[in-house]
């Protein structure tokens, strides 16, 4: 039994952990809510097509899902701080290059670079922070990790609008900003979670998807329908008929929903029994409120609120399925199945903008609303069907 001394000193150490990986990627949102906009815009200022801007974009994602099986066995081969500190750097000097790099197709290496490095940042960052939350307290954590971030994300594009896209302030800013991310994650190096190589290597990256399979699909609809939400949500609006100012307010609704709701939902996590079915209720009511959509989209102020806390409570997939995959599992195979949780969130991001896209071609207007709810009600049918099982085999 471990003294009220010892008790103090390791409580001391989890929270400096968590400070270290919360505040570290964090740093990284802010830099990359800067940096992606500077890219598309000065791109644009070069004459690159909408199509060619579109495309440096998408390797992006295609970048990320390939990072994802390398995570782990780059943080058992060399340590979790040594691969953060080094993923900094490669991404910090990733971003620079593009500065000095003349030619259109130097952008496609770099932009791999930038998100290999991105990605397995977030992962080991956020493996970091469910090994290190109390089991008490992990959906609190887990959404004050969301809060947090989500404010660094805002305040890159704030940040991005002070400081313009003209030389190399913008860069030299991105630069600076990033590389203050390894400060935390040094001063905790003495904290880290060692990733030791797992007994059993029969497991492949793929098996991993299913080990938890309501954690890694609620992050795969929650990708896609953030990514493809936010993609074609303008369009939306437009066919509404609201202004591009006002489906953008609509938009900052959603993300204000979002920072707002995760530490109160978090801690909701923390006192159910079984989070998956909290991930029910989420998907469930990210389910309504698609349906209501067609019928609420001619009212603003109607929107505006029915689009803060939906946007909340379908953020909450995200926060409160990674502490599910961290209540279920530990050691090697809790950092394998959170790379593979990214991976998942990779896959929702490059299937989600299709398929949104393809619903409002052949349904009109409402497909946008039809083709979220799909989403949805794919996930409500595969946590009801595994409450059920659980239920036959007590």
Not at 171 to 179: E, P
Not at 296 to 309: E, I, P, R, T
Request: include cysteine; hydrophobic fraction near 60%; proline fraction near 4%.
């Amino acid at each position: 039994m471990h003294t009220p001394h010892q008790s103090a000193a390791l409580a001391h150490t989890r929270w400096l952990a968590i400070t270290a990986a919360i505040a570290s990627i964090s740093v990284v949102g802010i830099a990359i809510g800067l940096g992606i906009p500077l890219l598309s815009v000065i791109l644009e200022s070069r004459g690159h097509s909408a199509s060619m801007i579109g495309l440096n974009t998408a390797v992006a994602g295609v970048a990320s899902i390939a990072a994802a099986p390398l995570a782990i066995p780059l943080a058992v081969r060399f340590g979790v701080v040594p691969t953060m500190l080094a993923m900094i750097l490669a991404g910090a000097s990733a971003f620079v290059g593009f500065y000095f790099a003349p030619h259109f197709w130097m952008w496609f290496p770099l932009r791999v670079t930038l998100h290999v490095a991105l990605t397995v940042l977030f992962i080991l960052s956020e493996f970091w922070i469910s090994v290190s939350a109390p089991l008490h307290r992990r959906g609190f954590v887990l959404g004050l990790y969301a809060t947090v971030l989500s404010l660094g994300f805002a305040a890159g594009p704030w940040l991005f609008s002070q400081i313009g896209s003209k030389g190399f302030l913008p860069f030299g800013v991105t630069f600076a900003v990033t590389m203050i991310a390894a400060i935390p994650v040094a001063a905790a190096w003495r904290q880290s979670p060692a990733i030791k190589r797992s007994d059993d290597e029969s497991r492949s990256f793929a098996g991993y998807i299913w080990l938890v399979p309501t954690a890694t699909a609620a992050v795969l609809v929650f990708g896609a329908v953030e990514t493809g939400g936010f993609a074609l949500f303008p369009v939306y609006g437009a066919r509404m008929g609201y202004s591009e100012s006002d489906a953008a307010l609509l938009l900052s609704m959603i993300g204000l929903g979002n920072v707002v709701m995760q530490v109160p939902l978090g801690m909701i996590s923390d006192r159910v029994r079984d989070r998956r079915q909290l991930l029910l209720g989420c998907a469930l009511t990210g389910l309504a409120g698609m349906l209501a959509l067609p019928y609420l989209a001619g009212n603003w102020y109607v929107l505006a609120v029915l689009l803060f806390f939906w946007g909340g409570v379908v953020a909450a997939l995200y926060t409160i399925g990674l502490a599910h995959l961290g209540a279920r599992l530990s050691g090697h195979e809790l950092a394998s199945a959170n790379a593979a949780f990214v991976f998942c969130y990779g896959l929702g991001m490059v299937l989600g903008p299709q398929a949104i896209g393809i619903g409002m071609d052949i349904l009109g207007d409402q497909g946008f609303a039809w083709s979220l709810a799909l989403f949805f009600a794919a996930y409500v049918a595969l946590v009801a069907w595994r409450l059920a099982a659980s239920r036959s085999r007590t």
